[in-house]
């Protein structure tokens, strides 16, 4: 009963806020009218027919990813101001799946069938691609993720994202573990999320192949609410020189709690992309704890040091007010290699010859990955295999390997 | 092993608090308190609230405390007010209401992404042996000690205590006898959401916490509770205890580890059966 009243009153809630978006968009609407005629003497890019590109995220619920989308519409809103792609502007469509299956579909048949978007880019969901993937494989549609989540943006001929994600961006984080801090005992704590547990299999196996080491303790049944504790005592127990672990960025500040809780400080913890935040490192460093332990990795360019790289995104999102986050990178990387695209096409942008372009896109280098990306037709794509680690020290997170990691192939 | 049993602690101490809140209110006022746990999230997500606005830590705490004995002072004032001479069925059934109430109106207010909290006494750590006692652990079982003699002294030995006992029996008929009820009643579940509110901000920097699951604790709660007859203090105490330690000793068991959070509906199930046991088939239906 309490799971069918809640249902009613976030459906309910969902409703309101699609109903604001809906005033909110007419208003943009119409002051971007008012710009065009005002611009009107000279040829301007609104004078054309736009170019579509849409986007599917998931911006309520549970967890949400609301920076992919936006980082992109900051490019692409300066691509417009600049001229847009040989005349023509960019209308970039961002719609909310509330990380909801339905809403997933909905929102890609509304984006595909209705509005007719020549492709996808920069989407960040929960469950995008395991919803939409073989949809936009029979539409004949190409999506740049933004920020590839669940196993099948990983896993789909339509879908190339630009994030390592959770399952290679584990194999990275095994294989910094055991290579580079050359560790001997390696360990894996993981949150159980029945959806991913094949994909995390299959990302540790991959770990035992390249290295041909093999884990010394594992334990999957962490639940997200759980005390870590008793995980935690466990992986001291089995002798565990280094812990690899999965999580959402609170569960890195709960495991270096109950490390410092317990007074354990000898045991390294490697943690994904998702702990790799600002909060992550200020509350530690208020804490006192996790200092010289805590690793995590960065699937793009580290956002927090004050990379020369880093200068046009950081302007761009400071000045669209985007939160400077991993989210932001990849969204603005996605754009980014779309924007690439548009203008490489000779003859008419559509459907067709975007698709076409992706399909031969291969070994797109760019400094903010540490390995290129590409598309292409392979039947599954994870064209980001590097990762650059940081170490919390204090407060703040400091670089523990100055080049990337670059996982071997094979 | 023991390093588990040990950290099982400052949960077992959280269930058995929220436990014995649920058998002092069902005691003195005749009530299955359903929004017991919901309260005290409530005024634990004021604490952390305050806390992120600036307010210092242990203000914020004694805020979220004074904020769940106020939330739940003003159910009982409904209760007093409105359903003080209804069936204990129809009041706790009213108390689902209030859980379904405070539960949606905390999800608006807090949203429902997980927090941080700052472990309690973070400095404090007693060591014994190998084993590393933490301040949220001394607090937790310290917390349910004094409770819990606080309430057996106040029930058995003090004047209100008797008087309270009285109302949760005969209702009209301490009215009659000139027990000013009201009052007492919205005391009683104002002290109960007090200690809630202090149960689930004990637990909270434990655990990773939204909202939502610090409410249902409201569940390993009701399983302590029902262990101890809703009657008995001691009982209550001791369940909620052993609860906490099989859910985690669950999680060195590979095979059941995914399945440990079923726990509490297990006990639940195994002591309803029990309590039946003597029932005939006639009879119970």
Known sequence: ?410 | MIDTAIASLTSGGAYALLGVGLVLTYRMTGVLNFAHAVVGAFGTYTAIVAFEAGVGYGVAMILGVAVAALLSGGIGVVMARWFAEEATIVRSTVTIAMFLGVLVVGFRLFGDTPRVVPALLPGVRLEVGTVTLTGSTLLSVGGVIVLAGAVAWFLAKTRTGIVLRAVSERPITARLLGVPLRTLVVAVWAVSGAVAGAAVTIIAPTRTNDYASLAILILPALAAALLGGFQRVGATIVAGFGIALVELMGARIPAVARYRTVVPFLVILAALLWMQRKEVWDEAR
């Open chain 1, 1 to 410: 009963m309490l799971v069918t009243v809640m249902a009613i009153v976030v459906a309910a809630c969902t409703g309101g806020s699609v109903e604001d978006d809906g005033q909110t968009t007419t208003t943009v609407a119409t002051t971007q009218a008012t710009v065009t005629t005002t611009a009107a003497p000279a040829t301007t890019a609104a004078d054309l027919e736009p170019i579509k590109l849409g986007s599917v995220n998931s911006l309520t619920g549970q967890i949400v990813f609301p920076e992919a989308s936006a980082a992109a519409k900051a490019v692409f809103d300066r691509v417009n101001r600049e001229g847009g792609i040989d005349g023509r502007p960019i209308e970039y469509l961002i719609e909310d799946d509330a990380a909801d299956p339905a809403g997933a579909a909905q929102a890609a048949r509304r984006l595909v069938e209705d509005e007719g978007v020549v492709a996808m880019v920069g989407s960040a969901s929960l469950l995008e691609c395991a919803v939409n993937g073989a949809y936009y494989a029979e539409q004949g549609v190409y999506s740049i993720q933004g920020t590839g989540v669940d196993p099948l943006c990983f896993a789909s001929s339509n879908i190339s994202p630009v994030n390592t994600g959770p399952y290679l961006g584990y194999t990275v984080s095994l294989y910094f573990a055991s290579e580079v801090l050359a560790k001997e005992n390696v360990c894996a704590l993981i949150f159980d999320i029945p959806d991913f547990r094949p994909a995390m299999d299959a990302a540790i196996q991959q770990w035992r192949d390249l290295t041909g080491k093999d884990l010394a303790f594992s334990n999957f049944t962490l639940q997200f609410t759980d005390d870590v504790t008793p995980f935690v005592l466990q992986a001291r127990d089995a002798g565990c020189e280094v812990v690899v672990s999965n999580g959402l960025d609170v569960h890195y500040i709960g495991f270096m709690q109950a490390l410092q809780a317990q007074g354990i400080d000898d045991m390294a913890w490697v943690g994904l992309t998702s702990g790799y935040t600002a909060e992550v490192a200020e509350t530690l460093g208020s804490m006192g704890a996790g200092s010289g332990i805590l690793h995590v990795n960065s699937e793009f360019e580290p956002f927090t040091l004050d990379s020369p790289v880093l200068e046009d995104w950081r302007n761009l999102m400071t000045e669209a007010g985007v939160p400077l986050t991993s989210f932001a990178e990849g969204g603005y990387l996605a754009a980014t290699i779309m924007v690439d695209v548009l203008e490489g096409i000779d003859g008419p942008i559509t459907r067709e010859s975007v698709s076409e372009a992706l399909l031969a896109l291969e070994g797109y280098e760019h400094p903010m990955i540490g390995s290129p990306y590409s598309f292409g037709d392979a039947p599954a794509h994870n064209p980001n295999r590097a990762s650059k680690f940081l170490r919390l020290s204090g407060g703040t997170w400091e670089l523990a390997t100055d080049d990337w990691v670059v996982l071997p192939t094979g």
